[in-house]
């Protein structure tokens, strides 16, 4: 990354996943950044997204600043259970746990964490999130719970950058489309030659966040930089 100075700081929270271990690999091997600390459920400090004071003391355990966040928590399929189809497969339990894994979750994560990014230069909060939680591009329907999760997500993203513009006036905040990725939660729904390897998703998101403007508002983003509607 070209945007953040030649020794930036950065920070992978999920680093133990498909694009999670990608985002850390590339960020290793970017002269520019002078540090990555990846952090997940099996990494020193550990946290858990359904457990804030876990989530509290893993950011507390660390030194600031960063100058480059990144999320990449979330689960499509959660407790051995996969994406409603249709209407008639809603249940509360199975909606309550997809927005705690992918909205509550990574909004305690940016409540934590965000403080830690350098508040008077450029710095990059992004989070993974998912064309199906737009809400104008849903043409297809389905995926409850992943989809009204995800939009939910959008929102807390949005609302956090208007906030957090008023200190930090050099932040963009992020959220990212990675594209349909070979990994665990991809598996059971596309085929793997038919997606794309984290390593060519990362290069596209890294590069989309490298060119995006500072602004009291989030962005919504896909892997090849396109804008997408909320």
């Not at 990555?36 to 457990?51: I, M």
């Not at 804030?52 to 051995?80: R, W, Y």
């Not at 993974?128 to 297809?140: E, I």
């Amino acid at each position: 990354m070209k945007s953040l100075g030649t020794a930036y700081r950065a920070l992978v929270l999920g680093a133990s996943g498909a694009l999670g271990c990608a985002f850390v690999e590339a960020l290793q091997a970017d002269t520019a950044c002078a540090a990555v600390v990846g952090l997940s459920r099996s990494l020193q400090p550990s946290f858990h997204l359904e457990d804030e004071a876990s989530i509290a003391a893993a950011a507390a355990a660390l030194n600031g600043p960063f100058h480059l966040i990144i999320d990449a928590t979330g689960a499509l399929t959660i407790d051995g259970q996969g994406p409603e189809k249709h209407m008639g497969a809603l249940n509360a339990t199975q909606l309550a746990r997809a927005f705690e894994v992918n909205t509550i979750g990574p909004a305690l994560l940016l409540k934590h964490f965000l403080p830690l990014l350098a508040s008077r230069e450029r710095s990059i909060y992004a989070k993974l999130s998912a064309r199906v939680g737009s809400l104008s591009d849903n043409r297809k329907g389905g995926w409850y719970g992943y989809r009204a999760a995800k939009a939910a997500l959008n929102m807390v993203l949005q609302t956090a950058a208007i906030e957090a513009a008023r200190k930090r006036p050099q932040l963009v905040v992020a959220a990212m489309q990675p594209g349909t990725v070979a990994s665990r939660l991809s598996e059971p729904f596309v085929p793997a030659h038919d997606c794309l390897t984290p390593a060519q998703s990362v290069a596209g998101l890294l590069s989309a966040l490298d060119g995006l403007p500072a602004q009291a508002g989030a962005h919504f983003v896909d892997y090849q930089g396109l804008a997408i509607p909320w």
